[in-house]
């Protein structure tokens, strides 16, 4: 079984666009959602309502603006996190603010892409990072 | 005119204490003589019937600067000014008429050393039967007395007419001087202040730091003026600012202390209003910085839906549909995208006014050169000529210039897209002393009873079917060039060319600039 692409995105919308994007893709990588910085804390220290996920994402697609705990505090924290430490993690957002942006690279994000409004650079977006985390990219040794 | 021409000194001849003054009526002639030469204050005495100098003694030639053998038989007329003389003679006929001392405190004469000041005392001199047969005036010479005195009285108006409340008190603190404005500011009037110690001003907590600066004073330390509080005859607590000098006599001992003392209440009112007006902006800055983040989040997902979705219905629906239906959902999807770029234009325009201006050297002529540069390598097809003057180097924000730059500069390739031979120039251009820039091109133009209309936001001249634009562009452009304390404005022809001019709020240059 191959690992999962954590998508973390609570705009239904947003989220409806991505599966679409990367199915175009062709990834064989199985997505799992979730719709809130909670949540995605939850699964990737495998608890609360996911406390039988059995394997690490390969790769964490995180939003911003999350409710409950937003998503730099999601990054905050799986950073910190002995287990999650060195997961690939692609901040996905609207926002080009360039605060967002040094906070982002700061706390330890791997890259940064701004979601586009027109659709088709969206789904060559998200085929080139798929490209290049799933395939391209060497897996840190712990999350193999 | 020297004073001690043929006076010879009466001292030499006689000695008053060796000779019997008493009985020899020689020698005491000379005694008394000798007493009225050495008389340190002018000595005269005139007849009464002509008022012509009869005597004149040793310190009036001094005084004077005449000697007495040009003096003695004449009258005054002879030699003062006929205003002065007439003065004197008046008071020489009272004198002898009413047979009293009349005393002037203050006259004003002129003599050969300029105009000394007086204090004259006339008496008449009586014969046997009461008769007035001289006039006798001793006269004290009080100018350097009376300087000191106008000098004395023209500091106490000063300080009497000062707004500052200026006391003065000893060196322990009892009030001894108290102005007009400390009456103001304080309440108390002189006869209450004076007198009394200085702890009736300082609140009970306050007036500690009086110590320390007498110390400092007294060591030769200049003590810049402090805020205070100090406490008024109604109990208000004023906030003040001190300045405390040392008093000191003409021996140079300190006598006491001078303090000016402002009321600074308004000063400081007017210091809580500008720093509570700083932290209102700062407020709405920081507000405006959160709406912008909000809308940089929260506009584009909609627009990102709506061009998604239109695409996913052409994908997943395109058989069912006709021709008109996939141009309508192109039309769809095109508006979302122009909205995007609007959002975005609308977030630049409000960062530039947001964002702090960092100076540095700036060259336009590189910034022209790089931004046409990307231009030509995203349209390799295109054939434009470009002219860039040397010595495009000013002072300003180096993101910001560059932004007004790639603005004007795509502007004039966009609007030169039709030209077959389209040229593009920059340089820099003399306006009212100042140095302008300009970015001129020979293509599409604008009629110019519509420039006002250039720099609006949302403005546009041409049609989006000529030129595709947001029209947020120039805003943004004005926008940056006001913040360097500089403005825009355009020349164009329809059809022939438009030159856009900018300044950045130089000082006024006296070089003579390159070209036009």
Same mark, same amino acid.
């Given at each position: 079984?191959?690992?999962?692409?954590?998508?973390?995105?609570?705009?239904?919308?947003?989220?409806?666009?991505?599966?679409?994007?990367?199915?175009?893709?062709?990834?064989?990588?199985?997505?799992?959602?979730?719709?809130?910085?909670?949540?995605?804390?939850?699964?990737?220290?495998?608890?609360?309502?996911?406390?039988?996920?059995?394997?690490?994402?390969?790769?964490?697609?995180?939003?911003?603006?999350?409710?409950?705990?937003?998503?730099?505090?999601?990054?905050?924290?799986?950073?910190?996190?002995?287990?999650?430490?060195?997961?690939?993690?692609?901040?996905?957002?609207?926002?080009?603010?360039?605060?967002?942006?040094?906070?982002?690279?700061?706390?330890?994000?791997?890259?940064?892409?701004?979601?586009?409004?027109?659709?088709?650079?969206?789904?060559?977006?998200?085929?080139?990072?798929?490209?290049?985390?799933?395939?391209?990219?060497?897996?840190?040794?712990?999350?193999? | 005119? @020297?004073?001690?021409?043929?006076?010879?000194?009466?001292?030499?001849?006689?000695?008053?204490?060796?000779?019997?003054?008493?009985?020899?009526?020689? =020698?005491?002639?000379?005694?008394?003589?000798?007493?009225?030469?050495?008389?340190?204050?002018?000595?005269?005495?005139?007849?009464?019937?002509?008022?012509?100098?009869?005597?004149?003694?040793?310190? +009036?030639?001094?005084?004077?600067?005449?000697?007495?053998?040009?003096?003695?038989?004449? /009258?005054?007329?002879?030699?003062?000014?006929?205003?002065?003389?007439?003065?004197?003679?008046?008071?020489?006929?009272?004198?002898?008429?009413?047979?009293?001392?009349?005393?002037?405190?203050?006259?004003?004469?002129?003599?050969?050393?300029?105009?000394?000041?007086?204090? &004259?005392?006339?008496?008449?001199?009586?014969?046997?039967?009461?008769?007035?047969?001289?006039?006798?005036?001793?006269?004290?010479?009080?100018?350097?007395?009376?300087?000191?005195?106008?000098?004395?009285?023209?500091?106490?108006?000063?300080?009497?007419?000062?707004?500052? +409340?200026?006391?003065?008190?000893?060196?322990? =603190?009892?009030?001894? @001087?108290?102005?007009? +404005?400390?009456?103001?500011?304080?309440?108390? &009037?002189?006869?209450?202040?004076?007198?009394?110690?200085?702890?009736?001003?300082?609140?009970?907590?306050?007036?500690?730091?009086?110590?320390?600066?007498?110390?400092?004073?007294?060591? +030769?330390?200049?003590?810049?003026?402090?805020?205070?509080?100090?406490?008024?005859?109604?109990?208000?607590?004023?906030?003040?600012?001190?300045?405390?000098?040392?008093?000191?006599?003409?021996?140079?001992?300190?006598?006491?202390?001078?303090?000016?003392?402002?009321?600074?209440?308004?000063?400081?009112?007017?210091?809580?209003?500008?720093?509570?007006?700083?932290?209102?902006?700062?407020?709405?800055?920081?507000?405006?910085?959160?709406?912008?983040?909000?809308?940089?989040?929260?506009?584009?997902?909609?627009?990102?839906?709506?061009?998604?979705?239109?695409?996913?219905?052409?994908?997943?629906?395109?058989?069912?549909?006709?021709?008109?239906?996939?141009?309508?959902?192109?039309?769809?999807?095109?508006?979302?995208?122009?909205?995007?770029?609007?959002?975005?234009?609308?977030?630049?325009?409000?960062?530039?006014?947001?964002?702090?201006?960092?100076?540095?050297?700036?060259?336009?002529?590189?910034?022209?050169?790089?931004?046409?540069?990307?231009?030509?390598?995203?349209?390799?097809?295109?054939?434009?000529?470009?002219?860039?003057?040397?010595?495009?180097?000013?002072?300003?924000?180096?993101?910001?210039?560059?932004?007004?730059?790639?603005?004007?500069?795509?502007?004039?390739?966009?609007?030169?897209?039709?030209?077959? =031979?389209?040229?593009?120039?920059?340089?820099?251009?003399?306006?009212?002393? &100042?140095?302008?820039?300009?970015?001129?091109? /020979?293509?599409?133009?604008?009629?110019?009873?519509?420039?006002?209309?250039?720099?609006?936001?949302?403005?546009?001249?041409?049609?989006?079917?000529?030129?595709?634009?947001?029209?947020?562009?120039?805003?943004?452009?004005?926008?940056?060039?006001?913040?360097?304390?500089?403005?825009?404005?355009?020349?164009?022809?329809?059809?022939?060319?438009? @030159?856009?001019?900018? &300044?950045?709020?130089?000082?006024?240059?006296?070089?003579?600039?390159?070209?036009?």
């Amino acid at each position: 079984m191959l690992p999962a692409i954590l998508l973390v995105e609570d705009n239904p919308n947003d989220e409806a666009l991505t599966l679409r994007a990367l199915k175009k893709s062709n990834f064989a990588n199985p997505v799992v959602v979730v719709r809130d910085g909670a949540e995605a804390l939850d699964y990737l220290f495998a608890k609360g309502a996911h406390a039988a996920r059995e394997k690490l994402p390969q790769l964490v697609l995180l939003d911003l603006k999350l409710p409950k705990i937003d998503g730099l505090e999601v990054l905050k924290a799986l950073r910190a996190d002995e287990r999650t430490k060195l997961l690939p993690v692609v901040i996905l957002t609207s926002s080009l603010e360039e605060q967002d942006l040094i906070q982002g690279y700061s706390l330890g994000a791997n890259s940064y892409v701004r979601k586009p409004v027109n659709f088709a650079d969206f789904v060559e977006a998200v085929r080139q990072l798929g490209m290049y985390w799933l395939v391209l990219n060497e897996i840190p040794p712990n999350l193999r | 005119m @020297t004073a001690d021409k043929g006076v010879k000194d009466p001292t030499s001849e006689v000695s008053p204490a060796k000779a019997d003054v008493d009985v020899d009526p020689v =020698h005491a002639a000379r005694f008394l003589d000798a007493i009225i030469e050495n008389i340190p204050d002018m000595i005269f005495v005139k007849d009464a019937e002509r008022l012509a100098f009869k005597k004149f003694n040793r310190a +009036g030639e001094k005084l004077l600067g005449v000697a007495r053998a040009e003096l003695l038989g004449k /009258n005054d007329f002879d030699f003062f000014p006929e205003e002065q003389a007439r003065f004197f003679q008046e008071k020489d006929r009272n004198t002898l008429i009413g047979k009293a001392l009349v005393e002037m405190e203050e006259e004003p004469i002129e003599t050969a050393n300029g105009r000394r000041w007086l204090h &004259t005392k006339k008496v008449p001199v009586l014969d046997e039967s009461g008769t007035p047969i001289y006039l006798l005036g001793i006269s004290e010479d009080i100018t350097e007395r009376k300087q000191e005195e106008d000098a004395r009285r023209r500091l106490a108006a000063l300080v009497d007419s000062s707004s500052d +409340g200026i006391l003065s008190m000893t060196m322990d =603190h009892v009030i001894t @001087t108290w102005n007009n +404005g400390a009456q103001a500011l304080f309440g108390y &009037t002189a006869a209450e202040a004076i007198g009394k110690p200085v702890s009736l001003l300082l609140p009970p907590e306050h007036g500690g730091e009086l110590f320390g600066i007498v110390e400092r004073l007294k060591r +030769g330390e200049s003590v810049p003026s402090y805020e205070a509080v100090r406490r008024a005859s109604d109990g208000r607590d004023l906030d003040v600012s001190v300045s405390t000098f040392l008093i000191h006599n003409k021996k140079g001992e300190i006598i006491g202390l001078s303090k000016i003392v402002r009321d600074i209440t308004e000063l400081k009112r007017a210091e809580a209003a500008a720093t509570k007006a700083r932290d209102e902006a700062q407020t709405a800055n920081r507000e405006l910085e959160a709406f912008s983040y909000s809308v940089a989040h929260d506009l584009r997902a909609p627009l990102r839906a709506i061009d998604g979705f239109s695409q996913a219905l052409l994908e997943d629906c395109g058989d069912v549909l006709n021709e008109e239906g996939k141009q309508h959902l192109d039309r769809v999807r095109k508006s979302a995208q122009h909205m995007a770029e609007l959002i975005d234009a609308l977030l630049a325009l409000s960062r530039v006014t947001r964002s702090e201006l960092v100076q540095t050297t700036v060259d336009i002529g590189a910034l022209a050169r790089e931004s046409l540069n990307l231009l030509q390598q995203t349209n390799p097809l295109r054939e434009v000529e470009v002219k860039i003057q040397e010595g495009l180097v000013v002072s300003g924000d180096a993101r910001l210039l560059g932004a007004v730059v790639e603005n004007l500069v795509s502007n004039a390739w966009k609007f030169t897209a039709k030209r077959a =031979h389209a040229l593009i120039e920059i340089g820099s251009t003399s306006e009212a002393g &100042t140095r302008a820039f300009y970015v001129r091109d /020979n293509g599409a133009g604008f009629d110019m009873s519509y420039a006002a209309k250039l720099f609006g936001v949302f403005q546009r001249l041409h049609s989006a079917a000529e030129f595709e634009g947001t029209g947020v562009g120039l805003a943004t452009v004005q926008r940056i060039l006001r913040r360097h304390g500089g403005y825009i404005w355009a020349e164009a022809l329809p059809n022939v060319g438009a @030159t856009f001019y900018f &300044t950045l709020g130089e000082a006024t240059s006296t070089q003579d600039q390159k070209g036009s």
